[in-house]
Nanobody, 123 residues
Framework: VQLQASGGGLVQTGGSLRLSCVSS????????VGWFRQAPGKEREFVAT????????YYADSVKGRFTISRDNAKNTVYLQMNSLKAEDTAVYYC?????????????????WGQGTLVTVSS
């Protein structure tokens, strides 16, 4: 499964962006998907995850209430709507598909990773 993340860019504090993660294969629809991010000089961290059906989602405390993960399986796409962006949200954002139908906040279950898209929030 090849994943392509897009939608990153430069935005001011308080602004919004919507990231997209598109899969090249239909089997994406059977997998949980997660978004992770890595800021310069920091380790990769979990952001949000969604189950194969979209019925279950989970967020990192740092983004809860500001970010929303969703998916459209007909389009093989998972979205991350990011609102009220802060400077500390600046990072390269990666999407990944789990080997399981459920999502996870841990990187271990994820077997396919996208190339990342850069989000820069200016203060």
């Amino acid at each position: 499964v090849q994943l392509q993340a897009s939608g990153g860019g430069l935005v001011q504090t308080g602004g919004s962006l919507r990231l997209s993660c598109v899969s090249s294969k239909r089997t994406f629809t059977n997998n949980g998907v997660g978004w992770f991010r890595q800021a310069p000089g920091k380790e990769r961290e979990f952001v949000a995850t969604i189950s194969w059906s979209g019925g279950s989602t989970y967020y990192a405390d740092s983004v809860k209430g500001r970010f929303t993960i969703s998916r459209d399986n007909a389009k093989n796409t998972v979205y991350l709507q990011m609102n009220s962006l802060k400077a500390e949200d600046t990072a390269v954002y990666y999407c990944a598909a789990s080997r399981f139908a459920t999502g996870s906040s841990q990187a271990g279950p994820y077997v396919n990773w996208g190339q990342g898209t850069l989000v820069t929030v200016s203060s």
